[in-house]
């Protein structure tokens, strides 16, 4: 069964980075799939930030492009977020989410994490 | 910009029928943009409930079904029940590794 976990730091000053990881287990994400970030501020809808394949090709929203870099570590098995220059806008539950390059879906989602933006 | 747009709320009584749709601001809706639904309920994450245009992901009840109609992808709910009260929300590709979530619906049962 494939599961997804975020962790991350609960609270970010603004201006600084956000950075969230999103760990894998029961499949390898050297094996494939595609592996993306989802947000959804309190009491909205979602937003997709970004995905990353194989590695190295990087997706990312075009509102948020400037600000985002999505990385992987292979040996963790784990993908991570990184978000820079973050305002109380930025402040959302943040998903991770395995995503398939056959029916572009989202199929399997992590539990999500609040990260608040605030001094 | 590319914007996808879903009726922000529903009403169906129980046992009845109501189909949700997923458009775009410009342009129509097909099956190369793949359309998904995912279904959340307060507190959770989203639970992947159909996948391009018309597939049911495993443990999905064959009384929701996905669709094109016109030019929109459509969400059909058939047998309303109380379990079915969430957020629905679509997801469209569209292309060259961009994907857009559309603002989700939220269908009430009464």
């Known amino acids: 069964q494939v599961q997804l976990q975020e962790s991350g730091p609960g609270l970010v000053k603004p201006s600084e980075t956000l950075s969230l990881t999103c760990a894998v287990s029961?499949?390898?994400?050297?094996?494939?799939?595609?592996w993306g970030w989802i947000r959804q501020p309190p009491g909205r809808g979602l937003e997709w930030i970004g995905t990353?394949?194989?590695?190295?090709?990087?997706y990312y929203n075009p509102s948020l492009k400037s600000r985002v870099t999505i990385s992987v570590d292979t040996s963790k098995n784990h993908f991570s977020l990184k978000l820079s220059s973050v305002t109380a806008a930025d402040t959302a539950i943040y998903y991770c989410?395995?995503?398939?390059?056959?029916?572009?879906?989202?199929?399997?989602w992590g539990q999500g994490t609040l990260a608040t933006v605030s001094s | 910009q590319t914007v996808v747009t879903q009726e922000p709320s529903f009403s169906v009584s129980p046992g009845g029928t109501v189909t949700l749709t997923c458009g775009l601001n410009?342009?129509?809706?097909?099956?190369?943009?793949?359309p998904s639904w995912y279904q959340q309920t307060p507190g959770q994450a989203p639970r992947t409930l159909i996948y391009s245009t018309n597939i049911r992901s495993s443990g999905v009840p064959d009384r929701l079904s996905g669709s094109i109609l016109g030019n929109t992808a459509a969400l059909t709910i058939t047998g309303a029940q109380a379990d079915d009260e969430s957020d629905y929300y679509c997801?469209?590709?569209?292309?060259?590794?961009?994907?857009?979530f559309g603002g989700g619906t939220k269908l009430t049962v009464l």
């Open positions: 410009s342009g129509s809706v097909s099956t190369s943009n793949y």
């Open positions: 997801v469209l590709y569209m292309g060259s590794g961009i994907w857009v």
């Open positions: 990353i394949y194989h590695g190295v090709n990087t």
């Open positions: 029961g499949y390898s994400i050297s094996s494939g799939y595609y």
């Open positions: 989410a395995r995503q398939t390059g056959s029916w572009y879906n989202f199929d399997y």
